[in-house]
C-alpha cells in the first residue's frame, strides 16, 4: 500500500512539471509578451516629444525668402500714362503774355529833358523816355515853340529818318536843337522856357501834348535855328 501512495504521488509530480514545461514554451513565441513593450514604448516617444530624425533633417529646397517672387506675389506696377494724342500737347504750357500794341508818344506817357551840349556849340538836346507799359512811336520832330515866339522852331528836313522811331518801355529818342544860324546880323532871343509838342502820324500837333521845360541859364535862339526829327541815337541827332 505504501509503495503504491509513492508511485501516484510521483506520477502527479511528473505530471505537473510537463505542464509547467507545456506553458513555459509557449511563451516563448514573443508575438503577446512584447506587445505591451512596444505600447509602452510608443506611449513614452509620444509623451517626451522627441522629434524624428527625418524631421529635422535639412532640405534641398532654400529659404522661401531667396525664392524669386511668383506673378502673386510681384508688387502691381504703375499704370503708364496715355500717350498724348496727334496734334495734342503732352503739356498745358505756360501762357505767354501777348505783346501790347503800340501808340503814339505824347506828354502823357513820356518824359522830356532838354540839356547843353559842349559840341556842336550852340546846341541843346532834347531826350525822350517812354515811361509807360506800351511800345510808342515818335513820329516826324517835335514842335518846339520858345517863350515870346509866335511861330514854331523850323524843322530840319534834312534829318528825317528811314523809319519812324519806335521806343519800348524805358527807351529813350533823341532831338538836336541848333539854337542859331549862320550870322546874318540879326540879334538872338534870350528864353527861359522852351514848350514841346508831339506829331501824330500825319505830323499834326496832338492836342493836350505838350511838355513845358526849363531851359539852361543863357539861352539864346534866333530865326535861323533849327530842330531833328526824332533819332533811336544820340549820335545821329547831335551830327547836325
Known amino acids: 500500500m505504501r509503495s503504491n501512495r509513492i508511485r501516484t504521488t510521483v506520477l502527479a509530480a511528473t505530471a505537473v512539471l510537463a505542464a509547467l514545461s507545456l506553458t513555459a514554451c509557449g511563451g516563448d513565441d514573443g508575438t503577446d509578451a512584447k506587445k505591451p513593450a512596444a505600447s509602452v514604448q510608443a506611449t513614452d516617444d509620444a509623451s517626451t516629444g522627441t522629434p524624428d530624425k527625418d524631421s529635422t533633417a535639412p532640405t534641398d529646397a532654400e529659404p522661401a525668402s531667396d525664392q524669386a517672387p511668383t506673378d502673386a506675389t510681384k508688387p502691381a506696377e504703375k499704370p ?13 504750357p505756360a501762357s505767354k503774355p501777348k505783346p501790347k500794341s503800340p501808340v503814339t508818344c505824347t506828354g502823357a506817357n513820356t518824359k ?68 542859331t544860324g549862320e550870322p546874318n546880323g540879326q540879334k538872338p532871343y534870350p528864353s527861359k522856357h522852351l514848350g514841346v509838342t508831339f506829331a501824330d502820324r500825319a505830323d499834326a500837333p496832338i492836342n493836350g501834348s505838350q511838355a513845358e521845360l526849363t531851359l539852361p541859364a543863357g539861352t539864346y535862339w534866333d530865326d535861323n535855328g533849327f530842330v531833328t526829327y526824332w533819332q533811336s541815337e544820340m549820335s545821329d541827332a547831335l551830327v547836325y
Do not use: W
Open 80 to 92: 503708364e500714362k496715355p500717350a498724348a494724342k496727334p496734334g495734342q500737347p503732352a503739356g498745358k
Open 112 to 179: 522830356v529833358t532838354v540839356t547843353k551840349v559842349t559840341r556842336p556849340i550852340n546846341h541843346l538836346l532834347l531826350t525822350v523816355t517812354n515811361t509807360g507799359d506800351r511800345p510808342c512811336y515818335a513820329y516826324h520832330a517835335p514842335m518846339l515853340r520858345f517863350d515870346g515866339a509866335q511861330a514854331v522852331f523850323r524843322v530840319l528836313q534834312d534829318s528825317r529818318p528811314q523809319a519812324v522811331v519806335t521806343l519800348d518801355p524805358g527807351a529813350s529818342a533823341y532831338a538836336a536843337i541848333g539854337l
